[in-house]
């Protein structure tokens, strides 16, 4: 089955702190995989890339294929990363699958 | 031009009206969504239309109608909607190859927040 999983509905740290948004995926063939976010009011936005393994806003993921991961790192967190998060498999024929998305709060 | 824009951004409508929302991209993408979004949850595939043919259909019910007049342009027609349709309707569109870099990635728009009374 092609189905991600994002354990943790709500992640809370304070500004400074590091953050790690958990993604994991199942999936039978090579994974494209993305990470998206979702600010207050504002539309869905592209934040990553795994084939690109750049780094936007100081966030970065590495796809690891042994634990079938790709989870989402900063190491300093600031205010205005607070959004959902929501980590995405293209699966073939055009279609994204969805993790069931990861807010993240940062309190000054 | 590198947005995709939706119209209209909010929607209260009644469950016998006809109504349609609009989607325009001008990106040069092939491919084009619609997606529903409820509170809190991540946006659910609806349609994909893959140069301007309906490629995929989720089982939407029939009262959701797509269509895809140009390669720019993607409606939802909205008929005898029910109060759990009450959603955002999220539509994206992305390069449509079927392989290289950047054919996956699939760009959003605002929504429309729609409301059925």
């Known amino acids: 089955a092609q189905r991600v999983t994002q354990p943790e509905k709500l992640l809370s740290v304070f500004k400074g702190a590091p953050v790690e948004l958990k993604c994991n995926y199942s999936?039978?063939?090579?994974?494209?995989l993305f990470w998206y976010v979702q600010y207050s009011r504002q539309r869905l936005q592209l934040l990553l890339r795994?084939?690109s393994r750049e780094s936007i806003k100081g966030f970065t993921a590495d796809l690891n294929k042994g634990e079938t991961s790709f989870h989402l790192k900063k190491p300093f967190a600031q205010e205005e990363d607070s959004a959902m998060y929501y980590c995405?498999?293209?699966?073939?024929?055009?279609?994204?699958?969805f993790g069931t998305g990861t807010r993240l709060l940062v309190s000054p | 031009d590198t947005e995709v824009t939706q119209t209209p951004k909010h929607l209260v409508m009644g469950m016998t009206n006809k109504k349609s929302l609009k989607c325009e991209q001008h990106?040069?993408?092939?491919?084009m969504y619609w997606y529903k979004q409820k509170a809190k949850k991540p946006p659910e595939l609806m349609f994909v239309?893959?140069?301007?043919?309906?490629?995929i259909n989720e089982s939407v019910p029939s009262r959701f109608s797509p269509e895809c007049p140009n390669s720019s342009l993607l409606n939802l027609h909205l008929h005898a909607l029910q109060p759990e349709d009450s959603a955002l309707y999220l539509c994206?569109?992305?390069?449509?190859?079927?392989?290289?870099?950047?054919?996956?990635?699939?760009?959003f728009g605002p929504g429309t927040r729609l409301t059925v009374t």
């Open positions: 994206a569109s992305s390069h449509g190859g079927t392989s290289g870099r950047g054919s996956y990635e699939q760009y």
């Open positions: 999936y039978s063939g090579s994974p494209e």
């Open positions: 795994h084939i």
């Open positions: 995405a498999l293209f699966t073939g024929f055009q279609k994204l699958v």
């Open positions: 990106m040069g993408h092939r491919a």
């Open positions: 239309y893959s140069y301007e043919k309906l490629s």
